[in-house]
């Protein structure tokens, strides 16, 4: 089945920084990938996903984009703001038949200060 | 608002009790699960349900029960609490897969 591997945390920045949380996978074929975003004390979200490859997914400033090449879906953010503060996980499908499975990183969490 | 509605969102129980999480979408979503998140594992599947009356078993399946009666419901059974089964416990379902999941807001249980 397919795999993914998530940037560790935490990642700490000033308010206004510029983000970059790193995403690789491995898979057969060209699955969807996705970001969600949990906020604390909430469930997850999903941030934003890209279907196929060379595609960018984008939302609340926020994007990644699908790189076949380098297997990898790096989120980014050109300003970050106290409110971005949660944990962010990459996930993608299983794959190997188990159609609507998806599987997530392990998650990165990253504060904000002000 | 459409969405998954998770019950109850804290829950605290003694060692050897049972006790049912309730999970209900109104999506129409075939394709329901379970997860429980600790720290520092991410989110491990419990179980798992691609439509009405058909379950199985997702990687920590011990200790937990789950049922699909109707398209709607998927509640999670803890047969017998455990204080390893302290964790979040969140439910998501999805239609298609290149649409992602919608998740819950999760139960936060603690088995003491």
């Known amino acids: 089945g397919n795999s993914v591997t998530q940037m560790e945390g935490p990642v700490t920045l000033s308010e206004e920084a510029f983000l970059t949380i790193n995403c690789t996978y491995t898979?057969?074929?060209?699955?969807?990938l996705f970001w969600y975003v949990q906020y604390p004390g909430e469930g997850l979200q999903l941030l934003l996903k890209?279907?196929?490859?060379?595609d960018k997914g984008s939302n609340k400033g926020f994007e990644a984009t699908y790189r076949k090449e380098t297997t990898s879906f790096h989120l980014e953010k050109g300003s970050v703001q106290v409110s971005d503060s949660a944990v962010y996980f990459c996930a993608l499908p299983r794959g190997g038949g188990a159609t609507n499975k998806l599987i997530f990183g392990t998650g990165t969490l990253l504060a904000v200060q002000p | 608002n459409a969405g998954v509605t998770q019950t109850p969102k804290f829950q605290v129980l003694k060692t050897g009790q049972s006790m049912t999480l309730q999970c209900a979408q109104d999506?129409?979503?075939?394709?329901m699960s379970w997860y429980r998140q600790d720290p520092g594992m991410g989110l491990r599947l419990i179980h798992y349900?691609?439509?009405?009356?058909?379950?199985d078993q997702g990687e920590v399946p011990n200790g937990y029960n789950v049922s699909r009666s109707t398209t709607e419901d998927f509640p999670l059974r803890l047969l017998s609490a455990a204080p390893s089964q302290t964790s979040v416990y969140f439910c998501?379902?999805?239609?298609?897969?290149?649409?992602?999941?919608?998740f819950g807001s999760g139960t936060r249980l603690t088995v003491v």
């Open positions: 890209a279907t196929k490859a060379d």
């Open positions: 999506m129409n979503h075939e394709y």
């Open positions: 349900s691609v439509g009405a009356g058909i379950t």
């Open positions: 898979a057969t074929g060209y699955p969807s």
């Open positions: 998501a379902s999805s239609s298609y897969i290149r649409d992602g999941y919608t």
